[in-house]
């Protein structure tokens, strides 16, 4: 298995302005998937992308993948203040999904 | 659906006491997890099961515990005896398929004081 390292740990905004985390793994993958976790809660699945797949678009939310470079990213557009939360890249090839530490994104209202 | 549900939600016991921890599955899910989540280790995966059968339990830190799954509707994470370094946030999760996204209940938070 392998796990993703986010990037930035850590994060502070304004609200309204847009958020950017980045992600990298090293091996091959089916799909790389995107969670949020807000403080005391659970994971919250945001979005899957596949391998055959360069951008996915849910919301207010942009994904792109990058094969060749093993990387992803994750856009928010026009932050809000229930963004706040720690958000984890999860890249899966064919096996089990692990995890890493997160980017622990604060929006300042 | 009601999601992934997860009994207790808070558990405090003591030292040398056993412990079992419960997951409902979302029906339907093949796959189902169990993760723990401390500060200093972040979220680290012990089991998972495919179709009720133990798949990896590399995960599992040493023969205190144990992880069951008698059935498709119920899972079990037992830790006997429990140690006050186990104490942290439990969480279960599942998915439909192999290459699906994953389902995370609320989380068991343990205390061993």
């Known amino acids: 298995s392998q796990q993703g390292e986010e990037d930035p740990q850590a994060l502070s905004i304004q609200e309204g302005e847009n958020a950017t985390m980045n992600c990298s793994y090293k091996t091959s993958i089916n799909n790389l998937q995107w969670y949020r976790q807000n403080s005391g809660r659970g994971l919250v699945h945001l979005i899957l992308i596949r391998s055959n797949e360069r951008e996915k678009h849910s919301g207010r939310l942009r994904v792109t993948l990058d094969t060749s470079k093993k990387s992803s990213s994750l856009l928010i557009t026009a932050s809000r203040a229930a963004d706040t939360a720690s958000y984890f890249c999860a890249p899966f090839g064919n096996e089990k999904l692990t995890f890493g530490t997160g980017t622990r994104l604060t929006i300042i209202p | 659906d009601a999601g992934v549900i997860q009994s207790p939600r808070h558990e405090v016991t003591e030292m040398g006491q056993e412990v079992t921890l419960r997951c409902k599955p979302i029906?339907?899910?093949?796959?189902l997890f169990w993760y723990r989540q401390t500060m200093m280790r972040g979220l680290e995966l012990l089991i998972y099961f495919n179709n009720n059968v133990p798949i990896d339990d590399s995960g599992m830190p040493e023969d205190r515990f144990s992880a069951k799954m008698p059935n498709a509707s119920f899972s079990t994470l037992k830790i006997q005896p429990s140690e006050p370094r186990d104490s942290a946030v439990y969480f279960c999760?599942?998915?439909?398929?192999?290459?699906?996204?994953?389902?995370f209940g609320p989380g068991t938070r343990l205390t061993v004081t």
């Open positions: 999760a599942t998915k439909p398929g192999r290459y699906d996204e994953q389902y």
């Open positions: 029906s339907g899910h093949d796959y």
